[in-house]
């Protein structure tokens, strides 16, 4: 490993050695300050977003005001992780939350300052320290978050950016510095990342992908459920692991709703992303268009139909398409992650759970419906991370977020995040 890679590791180390020892209420004074400073410069932050992966101008400003409710919570959070005091024969009976030392964070681009801070801030409120090796678009987002902390006053080495590769993220893992490690990315990429964590007995977290599931029953209200739809499948380019990617509609309701949805999906048109009135921008990069590309080819060529073309008009530039799915495309078991959307049918509220868990994902569910017993149904038997009813599916820090099955595990954002990396101490005995 370079030695200037692990001089900076030493730093992190030494500043854990100091920093877990400051009390949690003195701690979150410096999330308090992080986040006015987020505010105030939000526009020059949300540039950078636009200017590294296309996103617009619009969306990239609310994704900082997002960093910065993130940081107002935390900062004012209550403590879960003070000492438990447990009721035994013994004088002193009690678990304490220790936090595990420095944490790798592998981040991905689609979201360059809210999947790093929602990784680092409950990491570094609960004791530990951080390093963040960001995608290779975004580096100047992992230099800004870190002269941001920085600035808002953190001790210098609590939160590092690093710019390695691929394979000395592997060597990372495998220091002994390092004590675990979180990623946000590919279900490829979390593989990797936890069979390097597993050989070297590291904690992991993992956010990986999604195809989630947009159920419309008979009852819904489909001008809502077709506005949110599109909006749900479209905003970020349709580059988020949380976006409706199979809409599953009963067949009362499937012509009428894929009308409206037609209608929807056409008000999204490629505009200049530093445009503060444009909603839809090119993806990220040209490889990943070809990406895209090459599913919805593959959907075609195994009995897919294509409702609404999916047509290239530049290098990462689409139109965003609709395609009929059968349920035995080998698409179906991949993620679309770009302006590509899939809908399916069903006869009965039966078949479209069923459908809808036919995947080995489980992120973030929604359904619509008007009925309270059917969307209980639903919520107790779809099989992902979140069940949002009558809206998309969003992150939002008060609730915990994680998937299931092959979309991760481990917990990220609200209480329960700072309990991820740390680990139970017992005291028990009698004076």
């Known amino acids: 490993m370079a030695l200037n890679i692990q001089n900076k590791l030493q730093q992190s180390q030494q500043s854990f050695k100091k920093w877990k020892n400051i009390p949690f209420e003195e ?6 300050k992080l986040s006015e400073i987020l505010r105030a410069r939000k526009q020059e932050f949300g540039e ?7 996103k617009p101008i619009s969306q990239s400003i609310a994704e900082i005001e997002k960093c910065a409710t993130l940081c107002d919570f935390y900062a004012n959070a209550e403590n879960v992780l003070k000492p438990e005091k447990i009721k035994t024969e013994f004088q002193i009976s009690e678990v304490h939350h220790e936090p595990l030392g420095t944490i790798l964070g592998v981040m991905p681009w689609n979201f360059p300052f809210w999947q790093a801070i929602r990784f680092a801030v ?4 609960a004791g530990n320290t951080v390093i963040l090796k960001h995608a290779s678009i975004c580096l100047k987002s992992g230099d800004t978050l870190q002269e941001i902390f920085e600035e808002a006053g953190f001790p210098e080495g609590v939160f590092l950016h690093f710019e390695i590769s691929h394979s000395e993220v592997e060597e990372m893992i495998a220091n002994p510095i390092i004590k675990g490690v979180s990623l946000t990315g590919s279900e490829a990429a979390g593989r990797k990342i936890a069979e390097t964590a597993g050989k070297n007995l590291k904690k992991c977290v993992l956010e990986l992908g999604g195809s989630d599931a947009f159920i419309v029953c008979e009852d819904a209200n489909l001008v809502k459920a077709a506005e949110s739809a599109a909006l749900g499948r479209l905003q970020n380019c349709g580059q988020t692991c949380i976006a ?3 809409f599953i509609i009963h067949e009362k309701v499937f012509d009428s709703f894929l009308f409206l949805l037609l209608k929807n999906f056409k008000k999204y048109e490629v505009g200049n992303p530093n445009d503060a009135k444009t909603n839809f921008s090119e993806m990220a990069r040209e ?18 139909e294509y409702i609404l073309p999916l047509e290239r008009i530049s290098k990462a530039g689409f139109r965003p398409g609709i395609l009929k799915m059968n349920v035995e495309n080998p698409i179906n078991d991949e993620e679309l992650f770009g302006p590509l959307a899939m809908v399916f049918s069903g006869k009965s509220d039966e078949e479209l759970l069923a459908i809808a868990n036919n995947t080995m994902f489980g992120l973030g569910n929604s ?3 008007s009925d309270k017993e059917k969307a209980l149904f639903f919520a107790e038997n779809l099989e992902s991370g979140t069940v949002s009813i009558n809206q998309i599916t969003k ?16 917990i990220e954002l609200s209480l329960y995040a700072l309990q991820e990396f740390t680990f139970k101490k017992t005291i028990m005995g009698n004076l």
């Open 367 to 369: 359904v619509w419906t």
């Open 395 to 410: 992150s939002d820090v008060r609730f915990p977020f994680g998937g299931t099955k092959n979309s991760g595990y481990g």
């Open 27 to 32: 701690r979150q004074k410096y999330f308090a």
């Open 122 to 125: 409950p990491t570094i409120l």
């Open 244 to 246: 409706s990617k199979r």
């Open 48 to 54: 950078i977003i636009t200017q590294e992966m296309k």
């Open 287 to 304: 490889d990943l268009a070809d990406d895209l590309e090459q599913q919805y080819k593959t959907a075609l060529e195994n009995g897919a």
